[in-house]
C-alpha cells in the first residue's frame, strides 16, 4: 500500500539480499520503490512479510485517527483469482499540544558528538599546530525517530581566536528494528587566530524529547588544542626601508668622513701659511 492509500502491483522478485526477497513496488502513478520480504513466524506459522515504516508529522493537538490499511488482491490458492480485501484496524492517537517556546527539532532521541580528526605525523604541516594551520574536525548528529532532513546544519561562531569554515555535510536515514534513525555528519575547518590554549565555543543544540515530554539541550566541546606562534617572515617592504634606512646611515658616514678630512687639512695648512708670512 502506497503512502496515499492507493494498492501497489508486486513484481517479480530481484535479487536476495542477507535471505531477504527484495521486490519492486510499482505504484499507480508509474513510480517504483525498493523493498525487502523476510519470513516471519506469525501464530506459528511461517508466512512472507513486507515491511515497511513511515513517519507521521501530526499538524494539530487533540484527539487524531490515523485510518488502517487496506489492500486488494486476489489469491494463488486454493481458488486462484478469488478476490481479496484486507484493511487494518484505525489507529486512534492523542497529539500532545506543544509549548509555545518549544524547540523546532523534535525527536525520541538525540545525540551530539563532537571529535578531532586525526591527522598522520608526514600529513602535518607543523608538529605543533600553528597561528593559520587549519584543523579539521567533526560533528556527529544523531536523531532516533528522524529524517536525515530533519537534523539542522549546525555553525559555529567564530571567536577572537578561532574562525570556521564548513567543508563537508554528510546525511543518512536508516531503519534499525522498528524505527527510523536520521544522521547528519559535518565537518569543519578550524583555523586559529593567536597563539596559546584558548577554548573552543561549545556546541549545543536545543530540541524536544518526544518520550519525555520536555526540552532538552544536546552539547559537547572538542579539547582546546596548543597553537604556536606563526614564525615572523620579512616582507619585501620591511626589507626596503631597511636597505635605505641603511644606505643613509652610509651616506651620513662617508659625509661625516669628508668633512673631518677638510678640517685635518685646514689645520694642517695653517702653520706653513703663518710662517710664511712672517
Known amino acids: 500500500v502506497t503512502e496515499d492509500g492507493t494498492v501497489g502491483e508486486v513484481q517479480a522478485s ?19 520503490e525498493q523493498v525487502q520480504q523476510e519470513i516471519r513466524e506469525i501464530n506459528g506459522k511461517q508466512v512472507p512479510v513486507v515491511e515497511r515504516l513511515y513517519i507521521i508529522r501530526p499538524q494539530q493537538p487533540g484527539q487524531q485517527t490515523l485510518l488502517g490499511a487496506q489492500i486488494e488482491g486476489s489469491t494463488a ?54 597561528v593559520g594551520d587549519p584543523l579539521r574536525f567533526q560533528v556527529n548528529l544523531q536523531g532516533l525517530g528522524n529524517l536525515a532532513d530533519d537534523l539542522p546544519q549546525m555553525m559555529p561562531m567564530d571567536t577572537p581566536a578561532w574562525k570556521f569554515y564548513q567543508e563537508q555535510n554528510q546525511q543518512q536515514t536508516r531503519q534499525e528494528e522498528h524505527s527510523l534513525v536520521g544522521s547528519r555528519t559535518l565537518t569543519y575547518l578550524a583555523v586559529p587566530q593567536q597563539a596559546g590554549v584558548h577554548p573552543l565555543p561549545a556546541l549545543t543544540l ?38 635605505a634606512i641603511d644606505g643613509l646611515s652610509l651616506l651620513r658616514y662617508l659625509a661625516g668622513l669628508l668633512v673631518l678630512a677638510v678640517l685635518c687639512l685646514l689645520l694642517w695648512r695653517t702653520p706653513y701659511a703663518a710662517s710664511g708670512r712672517q
Open 14 to 32: 530481484i535479487d536476495q539480499v542477507d535471505g531477504k526477497t527484495v521486490y519492486m513496488y510499482v505504484t499507480t502513478d508509474g513510480t517504483k
Open 77 to 130: 490458492h486454493p481458488r486462484p483469482g478469488s478476490a481479496l480485501r484486507q484493511t487494518t484496524p484505525d489507529i486512534a492517537l492523542e497529539i500532545a499540544t506543544l509549548p509555545a517556546n518549544a524547540p523546532a527539532l523534535l525527536s525520541e532521541q538525540l545525540q551530539l558528538t563532537a571529535q578531532w580528526v586525526a591527522v598522520p605525523d608526514n600529513q602535518k604541516p607543523h608538529a605543533i599546530p600553528q
Open 206 to 243: 536545543s530540541w524536544w524529547n518526544t518520550r519525555q515530554h520536555r526540552q532538552e539541550i544536546a552539547n559537547d566541546t572538542l579539547p582546546a588544542p596548543t597553537i604556536a606562534p606563526a614564525p615572523v617572515v620579512s616582507s619585501p617592504d620591511t626589507l626596503t626601508g631597511r636597505t
